[in-house]
């Protein structure tokens, strides 16, 4: 086997192992009941842009389709995962007591506590 064949076999198994990898993440976001609340947008969104940019890089600066289809793949899980938690933390917030947020004033403990903290808090 040649050095190039070696590293397509290389490509071919990773590319089909990362794609598969991508199932846990999707199917524990659609199964969460919390919201999604560990996916982080800005990660998620970071990953698809990166994807996108190196499938477009393979397809019009490689010529590479094989390299292309495999990185709008990996873009199309990553989206999956951002659209499946959007619709998972829309939903917690519609199932809130009105969705509503509400800012209160924290209660100082101690007489030497002059600060006025404020949380926010959803309900």
């Known amino acids: 086997m040649t050095l190039p064949e070696a590293t397509l076999l290389a490509f071919t198994a990773f590319s089909g192992l990362r794609l598969v990898s991508y199932l846990p993440q999707i199917y524990k976001v659609a199964r969460d009941p919390n919201g999604?609340?560990?996916i982080s947008y800005s990660t998620w969104t970071l990953w698809t842009a990166s994807n996108i940019a190196t499938g477009l890089y393979a397809a019009i600066?490689?010529?590479?389709?094989?390299?292309?289809?495999?990185?709008?793949?990996y873009a199309l899980c990553c989206v999956t995962v951002i659209v499946i938690t959007?619709?998972?933390r829309h939903g917690a917030l519609q199932r809130d007591v009105g969705g509503l947020v509400t800012l209160e004033r924290k209660r100082p403990q101690a007489a030497s506590t002059t600060s006025a903290d404020a949380c926010v808090t959803v309900r």
């Open 36 to 38: 999604a609340s560990a």
């Open 86 to 88: 959007a619709g998972k």
């Open 61 to 73: 600066n490689l010529g590479d389709p094989l390299l292309a289809i495999a990185s709008a793949l």
